[in-house]
């Protein structure tokens, strides 16, 4: 495990990224402990620049901004991995429904994932908003993960189709093992790597889209996340009258993480796709794959001693 | 020709599906449907509207199997009935209106991001780890990883309000009346300076890393290797031969993307008070418009559809394996 991790951090965009998401989410945790319980109360007077009392001035209602930020840290945080993983969970278990039964199945799934995949998400996901009235974030993310499970559903598909074409699957099957066996401990461990991808991108893109439908209204105004921030800035023209603090706090904050989470994403696909690597970085990584080859064989060493 | 129609067919079947989940929403949600789309307009529509509203929503009476057949008939002839907030115009009318804007908007960042994207893609490929894709790759990821909402608050506040280079908002100078001259539309392009800007940043990067991922894939393979070995010239084998087999899978990709530019579009034009689909889809939000908000669906889901027709026929003309078939 720690020899992974060492591994993992000699990519320099994959420790970035990671760090970047950590600090996130250190932010989140422990954040609101230091702040007063109400991001909402009103402590100064409408769009007052930043200084020492309110760090990033307030808004037009006269809440503190940097309250509202690390609050809504915490709120954007919370859906951003909640949805990732209704995303993930939904996606996987049709893509390898998709590709390890086949048929008619396959057939099934196969054409709702494209279908889905062609309706424009942001259009489906306005429609469904605005039905159900002024929503709270969590009911947010419950309808982007039911709307956005098609790209992981049909990545996993094509690789569970691949791998049941390996021999080791064959003979597996050809012993008689059950289904249940052949999904969870043959093909699941080969199938990690890419729902790791799907859940890493699936949290940049619900944390983004949250923000979004947030922005156009259609979530619930009192909650505090990035996305009403937005709207309420928006809606009092803080731009216009040249509050740029109370948009330009939340806008630094999506970025952030949405940053932190891509590089994040793009260090483990460099990590597991050789190809895509740099020549420094295959230079590292051929050194720690020595440095692990002598110490396993190290261990094997001990381990016939003992 | 077979595969085009088979796409076309599947399209054709996308748009149902599209139809019908507007058909069951509404349905979906508890109490009368009618009263739903009503409860926030009271007093504002008149009750002779109001009938006719229903009926051209298909909503009536009867069974649900005569509501839902009524319901089609009213789609596929273009009827999407009255909008609530901008009555007495239709919903057709009123999208019909805000749908070239969006198009140009979304249309030239489309093309524009797609087309330098890729551009930058090989060069960065062709040079891997050269001082152009140490730099130009892991910024572009950074601006992909961006929401369209972030980067057009702050092209708006940078360019429009501090700097005032650009104009803050509408499509074209007010004073000036739509009409085919240098002047007018010159006024349309230098309003959509900005939006498309901040549309297209977004999207550039994608584009980017898969030509380049996909790049670095063809430079392994035996055919780039013996154009080389032949002397060809660099800028042969890096576009010819390389660059043609790797854009495959970036059209692929493009039609994949359709969906999130027009997304992008819809929030660009609410913070650049664009007159396109977003801004009239911002208004119908606010005062619960639910019919402008369902044509919307079906409008964009069309013009995606489209698009992505427009896609399949550039795959065939790229791989001559599909014109056999």
Redo the contacts between chains.
Sequence with gaps: MLETLKVFLRNR?AAIGLAIVLGYVAVALIGPLFLAADPMARVGRPHMPPDADALMGTTRMGRDVFAQLIYGTRTSLAVGFFAGLLVVAIGTVLGIAAGYFGGLIDEVIN?CT??V????????L???A???GQTSPFVIAIIIGITSWA?GARVTRAQTMSLRRREYIQASELVGEPAHRMIFVELMPNLLSIIGFNFIGSV?YTI?TQ??LE????GNPMAVSWGTM?YHA?NSSA??V?A?WE??AP?AA??GI??G???LN?GVDEISNP??R???TIAAAAKAQEKLDRARAQGKLQEAAQ | MAFVLRRLGFYVAAFFVAATINFILPRLMPGNPIDIMFSQAQGTIPPEARAALIETFGFATGAIHEQYFSYLKSVFTGDLGYSIRFYPQTVGERLGYALPWTLLLAGTATVMAFCIGSLMGVFAAWKRGGAFDAVITPSSLALQAIPPVVIALVALFVFGVMLRWLPTGYAYNPGLDPEFSLRYLGSVFYHAIMPVCSLMIVFVGGYLVTMRNNMIGQLGEDHVIMGLAKGLSERRVKFNYAARNALLPSVTSLGLTLGAILGGSLVTEVVFNYPGLGQTLYIGIVSRDYPLIQGQLLIMTLAILTANLIVDLAYVLLDPRLRRA
């Design positions: 965009k054409f494209n279908v995949l062609v309706i424009p998400q942001l259009p489906l306005l429609v469904i605005a039905f159900l790209w940049t983004i923000a979004t922005f156009l209204g259609l937005l928006q731009i216009a040249g740029w948009i330009l806008a999506v970025a949405g940053i989470l891509s590089l793009f190809r895509l740099t020549l420094g």
